[in-house]
């Protein structure tokens, strides 16, 4: 690896407070009363004890001889040749070197839609609550003409996710239904959690139930730098997931044969506001020998250039490859 990729200025982690509590932040119920937390759910649970408990008087608190978890650290670096002009932001984030590397800080913690970078999410969830099932993964194909071609047909789970089609992720979704879909955004910590769109009618850009959803330019967000902690949530070493949905789910994401030197996994995706791209991303993680990094590039609307999840994804394979070094 270059030593160019471990200099940089370090920066606190608490700029804003957004280090302060991760995950779910804003997410809203579906009345759209915004949902108690942390110190909120402590003070109704104080305020609910018998009078008499309140009244015993208190033991001094036990004092814990675990050390506090340091928190990682951000390192700048100026990744601005590979992105030639775009506006966008890069985060590789090593969890064993407890470091984020990152370019344009700001842009990494904005939150935007996931697009399809969410099939991501809706494997995962599916595969591991039998609404995929591994030995039959065929969904059938409504018959209707959509503009990419490839979806005109039936399609297993396999061809779907490489081809991200939409119309078959949009099944998959209403199979998995909003409450567990919730639940289990919720326990990722999945940027603003925010589903409350299901229907995908903020989207302005179709008005096809079959290719709109809460993730596609809707009301789910995250950051890129979100994006990264998802990843190690998922095929981290504390990873709650099982073996099978995981190799179900790296084989689906091969992106760079693990026969190179660095393997790498990933899925792209890509949303319009207004008829222009506003989001392109290619999201995943990176392994090399005993060693795995997480990584994320967006990019966001650049005027009188062209932006797709195809050049995010060129983008990031060469910043992988060069920080591999």
Same mark, same amino acid.
Request: proline fraction near 3%; charge should be negative; hydrophobic fraction near 35%.
């Given at each position: 690896m270059s030593s160019k990729m471990f200099q940089g200025k370090a %920066?606190?982690?608490?700029?804003?407070? &957004?280090?302060? *509590?991760?995950g779910c932040s804003g997410r809203v119920d579906r009345g759209g009363q915004e949902s108690l937390v942390g110190l909120e759910k402590i003070a109704i649970q104080e305020n609910q004890k018998a009078p008499e408990a309140s009244q015993q008087p208190k033991k001094p608190a036990a004092q814990s001889k675990e050390p506090a978890q340091q928190a990682p650290e951000i390192i700048e670096e100026d990744w601005s040749a590979y992105f030639d002009g775009l506006n966008g932001t890069a985060v590789i984030y090593d969890p064993s070197a407890m470091q984020y590397t990152v370019y344009q800080e700001e842009l990494a913690m904005m939150q935007s839609s996931p697009c399809s970078t969410f099939k991501i999410i809706s494997s995962l969830i599916a595969l591991?609550?039998?609404?995929?099932?591994?030995?039959?993964?065929? #969904? /059938?194909?409504?018959? +209707?003409t959509f503009w990419n071609e490839k979806w005109n047909r039936d399609l297993d789970f396999s061809e779907a996710f490489r081809e991200s089609c939409v119309w078959y992720f949009r099944q998959v979704a209403d199979e998995i239904g909003e409450e567990r879909m919730q639940e289990e955004l919720d326990r990722l910590q999945y940027g603003n959690c925010d589903i409350s769109d299901w229907e995908g009618r903020l989207n302005t850009n179709n008005g096809n139930r079959a290719l709109t959803g809460f993730w596609l330019e809707s009301s789910l967000k995250?950051?890129? @730098?979100?994006?990264?902690?998802?990843?190690? #949530? &998922?095929?981290?070493?504390?990873?709650?997931?099982?073996? +099978? /949905?995981?190799?179900?789910? @790296?084989?689906?994401? *091969? %992106?760079?044969?693990?026969?190179?030197?660095?393997?790498?996994?990933?899925? /792209?995706g890509m949303g319009k506001a207004e008829g222009i791209v506003a989001d392109a991303w290619f999201t995943g993680f990176a392994e090399k020998e005993d @060693?795995?990094?997480?990584?994320?590039?967006? *990019?966001? #609307?650049?005027?009188? #250039?062209?932006?797709?999840?195809?050049?995010?994804?060129?983008?990031a394979l060469r910043i992988l490859a060069d920080y591999s070094r």
């Open positions: %920066v606190s982690l608490f700029m804003a407070g &957004i280090f302060v *509590l991760g591991e609550n039998g609404v995929i099932d591994p030995e039959d993964t065929m #969904r /059938t194909w409504s018959g +209707e995250i950051s890129p @730098k979100e994006q990264t902690e998802v990843m190690e #949530r &998922i095929f981290g070493e504390n990873s709650v997931y099982s073996v +099978e /949905t995981l190799d179900i789910l @790296k084989q689906v994401m *091969l %992106v760079q044969d693990p026969d190179s030197e660095t393997a790498v996994y990933g899925k /792209t @060693k795995t990094i997480y990584y994320c590039v967006h *990019l966001g #609307r650049t005027d009188e #250039r062209e932006v797709s999840s195809a050049l995010a994804r060129e983008i």
